[in-house]
């Protein structure tokens, strides 16, 4: 581990749009910290990918990993290219990968909008949503992903497997976020996006959810089942603040929130675990705009913010916290004020001109 005056960050830029918008990240990170005088951010960037498979037969060195697991946290572009995959014809995926091996079982989705945004609802309190979805990352409908199918044309079949382990601890993270947040003066209410109705995994998921919420009474629960949850994330999303689910569930919802802030270009993320986390944008690795200016790096600013103010409480480091909320702050800024018009919602401004806009607030 590094000393308090300098911090690993371990870079996967991966590939498509990753590294892209991966540069720019760094650059911002380096001027807020500077800004606040925190700890210098020392990044070492490593390989990892599709576009690494076909060159090398590995998509997820050893080396690559055993640096990412020793870092203080990982920042990742994207990861994957259509053309690219495994004999099987499965994607190549290292990002999943990461996920299970260093058990980030918690997926936080943050969708919060700010003024400037291309939001798609006209709801003026568009502009004033902010909660968070937190995705279980580690089991779910993913459990068997990997597992080759039994080789029938008849049929094809995939687990739903919810285990108390992997509940106890998403909930604990879900209720101590939701305490946190409404010591920071959001309400503070947690709710269980399931299929209870239908599904015996699901049914077994909002159980243990009310055993931990007898635990916690200074937090206000509710339940909902998936489907009427979709329905609500475009009815009034401005009523949400934090939303707990199974892996699928939150893979789904996740791109409904991203819809809400504009598009798959503004949505970040962090896959957080007991020892490691994983910060990184919604999106993929957009191999459609690869190379033509036209990504936008707001998302993975974003995530970038997110991991100073993770990095700031795990350290409890005002200086890291202070750099994250002045990165939030001068992006949200940048949309405010200069009316950025992304190209991603069909305007004239990518890559060079989102950066150069957030660049010129961050002081
Ligand atoms: P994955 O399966 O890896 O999540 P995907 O196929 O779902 O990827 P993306 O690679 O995220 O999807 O791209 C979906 C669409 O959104 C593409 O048309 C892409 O160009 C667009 N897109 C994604 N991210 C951005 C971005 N940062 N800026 C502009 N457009 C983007």
């Given at each position: 581990?590094?000393?308090?005056?300098?911090?690993?960050?371990?870079?996967?830029p991966g590939?498509?749009?990753?590294?892209?918008v991966?540069s720019?990240?760094?650059e911002?990170l380096?001027?807020?910290?500077?800004l606040?005088?925190?700890?210098?951010?020392?990044?070492?960037?490593?390989?990892?990918?599709?576009?690494?498979?076909a060159?090398?037969?590995n998509?997820?060195?050893?080396e690559?990993?055993a640096?990412?697991?020793?870092?203080?946290a990982?920042?990742?572009?994207?990861?994957?290219l259509?053309?690219i995959r495994?004999?099987?014809?499965?994607?190549?995926?290292?990002?999943?990968?990461l996920?299970?091996?260093?058990?980030?079982y918690?997926?936080?989705?943050p969708?919060?909008?700010?003024p400037?945004l291309?939001?798609?609802?006209s709801?003026?309190?568009?502009?004033?949503?902010d909660?968070?979805?937190i995705?279980?990352?580690?089991?779910?409908?993913?459990?068997?992903?990997?597992?080759?199918?039994?080789?029938?044309?008849?049929a094809?079949?995939?687990?739903?497997?919810?285990?108390?382990?992997?509940?106890?601890?998403?909930?604990d993270?879900?209720f101590?976020?939701?305490a946190?947040r409404k010591a920071n003066?959001?309400?503070?209410?947690?709710?269980?996006?399931?299929k209870?109705n239908?599904l015996?995994?699901?049914a077994?998921?909002?159980?243990?959810?009310?055993?931990?919420?007898r635990?916690?009474?200074?937090?206000?629960?509710?339940?909902?089942y998936v489907?009427?949850?979709?329905?609500?994330?475009?009815?009034?999303?401005?009523?949400?603040?934090?939303?707990?689910?199974?892996?699928?569930?939150g893979d789904?919802?996740?791109?409904?929130?991203?819809?809400?802030?504009?598009?798959?270009?503004?949505a970040?993320?962090?896959?957080i675990?007991?020892?490691?986390?994983v910060f990184?944008?919604?999106h993929?690795?957009a191999?459609?705009?690869?190379?033509?200016?036209?990504?936008?790096?707001t998302?993975?600013?974003?995530?970038?913010?997110?991991?100073?103010?993770?990095?700031?409480?795990?350290?409890t480091e005002?200086?890291?916290t202070?750099?994250?909320?002045r990165?939030?702050?001068?992006?949200e800024?940048?949309?405010?004020g200069?009316?950025?018009?992304?190209t991603?919602?069909?305007g004239?401004?990518?890559?060079?001109?989102?950066?150069?806009?957030?660049?010129?607030?961050?002081?």
């Amino acid at each position: 581990m590094a000393s308090m005056n300098s911090m690993q960050i371990a870079v996967l830029p991966g590939d498509g749009i990753g590294p892209e918008v991966m540069s720019p990240c760094i650059e911002l990170l380096t001027t807020a910290t500077r800004l606040t005088g925190a700890p210098n951010l020392e990044f070492d960037t490593l390989p990892c990918g599709a576009a690494l498979y076909a060159e090398t037969g590995n998509a997820l060195p050893d080396e690559t990993l055993a640096r990412a697991e020793a870092a203080e946290a990982i920042l990742l572009g994207a990861m994957g290219l259509p053309d690219i995959r495994y004999p099987d014809g499965r994607e190549i995926v290292p990002q999943i990968e990461l996920r299970e091996i260093l058990q980030l079982y918690a997926g936080v989705r943050p969708v919060r909008t700010f003024p400037g945004l291309p939001v798609p609802l006209s709801d003026p309190r568009a502009f004033k949503i902010d909660f968070i979805l937190i995705r279980e990352s580690t089991e779910g409908l993913f459990t068997e992903r990997s597992k080759p199918q039994d080789g029938t044309t008849d049929a094809a079949r995939d687990l739903m497997q919810v285990t108390r382990q992997g509940c106890d601890r998403l909930f604990d993270f879900a209720f101590s976020l939701a305490a946190r947040r409404k010591a920071n003066g959001a309400p503070g209410h947690l709710t269980c996006v399931d299929k209870a109705n239908v599904l015996g995994s699901m049914a077994f998921f909002r159980d243990i959810f009310d055993e931990h919420a007898r635990r916690h009474p200074g937090i206000a629960t509710s339940r909902c089942y998936v489907d009427a949850m979709a329905l609500n994330l475009i009815r009034n999303p401005w009523t949400l603040d934090v939303l707990v689910t199974e892996n699928m569930f939150g893979d789904i919802l996740s791109d409904e929130g991203a819809a809400l802030m504009g598009g798959l270009g503004f949505a970040p993320s962090a896959d957080i675990g007991t020892h490691n986390a994983v910060f990184q944008p919604c999106h993929g690795t957009a191999p459609d705009i690869m190379g033509t200016g036209k990504a936008n790096p707001t998302a993975m600013f974003l995530s970038g913010a997110l991991m100073l103010d993770w990095l700031g409480e795990r350290h409890t480091e005002p200086t890291l916290t202070e750099a994250a909320a002045r990165l939030t702050h001068a992006i949200e800024q940048a949309f405010a004020g200069d009316r950025l018009d992304p190209t991603e919602t069909g305007g004239a401004h990518g890559l060079v001109e989102i950066t150069d806009a957030v660049r010129a607030k961050l002081r």
